[in-house]
T-cell receptor, first 110, second 116 residues
Framework: KNEVEQSPQNLTAQEGEFITINCSYSVGISALHWLQQHPGGGIVSLFMLSSGKKKHGRLIATINIQEKHSSLHITASHPRDSAVYICAAALTGTASKLTFGTGTRLQVTL | GAGVSQSPSNKVTEKGKDVELRCDPISGHTALYWYRQRLGQGLEFLIYFQGNSAPDKSGLPSDRFSAERTGESVSTLTIQRTQQEDSAVYLC??????????????FGPGTRLTVT
C-alpha cells in the first residue's frame, strides 16, 4: 500500500463544474504539497499546507490532520485547468523529502 | 528572477554509456532535490542536498547513480552504465532551507532521458 494515495485517478469535467481531488496518507507528515503538472511536463507548486485551508484564486486546498486527508478543490473549472494534479507528503523526520501520490489526471471540456 | 534550470532538456544515449545531468537551482536556495518520473508512473525521490550537510541518498536506486553539488549551486546527477529501465524524466527542484519546517519546492523543466 502506498503511503500517499489519491483519488480519482482520472477525472473528466465540463467547464464550470466544481472539482474535488482527494489525497490520503498513512504516515505522519510535516506538510502536504499539491502540485500541478501540465501536458508539457512542467511542475508547478500550488500549495504547501500543514493545517487548515489555503486559497489561491479558484483553487482551494484543505487538510485534516486527524483524518490524514487533504482535498484540492477547483471552482468554476476551465479547460486550462486540464493537467495532472499530484499530492506529495513531506514525511515527519525526513526533512523536505517528498513522497508522491500517483496523480489525478483532470480533463475539463467545453 | 530565473527559475530552476536543467540541461540537457533531452538526452538519448545507448545502453551502457554514462550520462551526466545538470541542475542550476534558484539563487539563494540551499536545498536541492532530484526526482525521477518514469513513463506513466509517479514521481520518485532520488537524493536531497541541504547546504554543507551530508546528502540524503536514500532514494538512489542503485550504485550506478550518484550526484554531486558544488557548494550551494550547481548539481550534477550521473548515471553510469545506463540501462533501459533508467529511461525517465529527471526533475530537479530547489527550495530555501527547511528551517522550522518544509519549504515550497520549485521545479525545473526536467531532462528526458531515453536509453536505447
Amino acid at each position: 500500500k502506498n503511503e500517499v494515495e489519491q483519488s480519482p485517478q482520472n477525472l473528466t469535467a465540463q467547464e464550470g463544474e466544481f472539482i474535488t481531488i482527494n489525497c490520503s496518507y498513512s504516515v505522519g507528515i510535516s506538510a502536504l504539497h499539491w502540485l500541478q503538472q501540465h501536458p508539457g511536463g512542467g511542475i508547478v507548486s500550488l500549495f504547501m499546507l500543514s493545517s487548515g485551508k489555503k486559497k489561491h484564486g479558484r483553487l482551494i486546498a484543505t487538510i485534516n490532520i486527524q483524518e490524514k486527508h487533504s482535498s484540492l478543490h477547483i471552482t468554476a473549472s476551465h479547460p486550462r485547468d486540464s493537467a495532472v494534479y499530484i499530492c506529495a507528503a513531506a514525511l515527519t523526520g525526513t526533512a523536505s523529502k517528498l513522497t508522491f501520490g500517483t496523480g489525478t489526471r483532470l480533463q475539463v471540456t467545453l | 528572477g530565473a527559475g530552476v534550470s536543467q540541461s540537457p532538456s533531452n538526452k538519448v544515449t545507448e545502453k551502457g554509456k554514462d550520462v551526466e545531468l545538470r541542475c542550476d537551482p534558484i539563487s539563494g536556495h540551499t536545498a536541492l532535490y532530484w526526482y525521477r518520473q518514469r513513463l506513466g508512473q509517479g514521481l520518485e525521490f532520488l537524493i536531497y542536498f541541504q547546504g554543507n550537510s551530508a546528502p540524503d541518498k536514500s532514494g538512489l536506486p542503485s550504485d550506478r547513480f550518484s550526484a554531486e553539488r558544488t557548494g550551494e549551486s550547481v548539481s550534477t546527477l550521473t548515471i553510469q552504465r545506463t540501462q533501459q529501465e533508467d529511461s525517465a524524466v529527471y526533475l530537479c527542484a530547489s527550495s530555501y532551507p527547511p528551517g522550522q519546517g518544509p519549504r515550497e519546492q520549485y521545479f525545473g523543466p526536467g531532462t528526458r532521458l531515453t536509453v536505447t
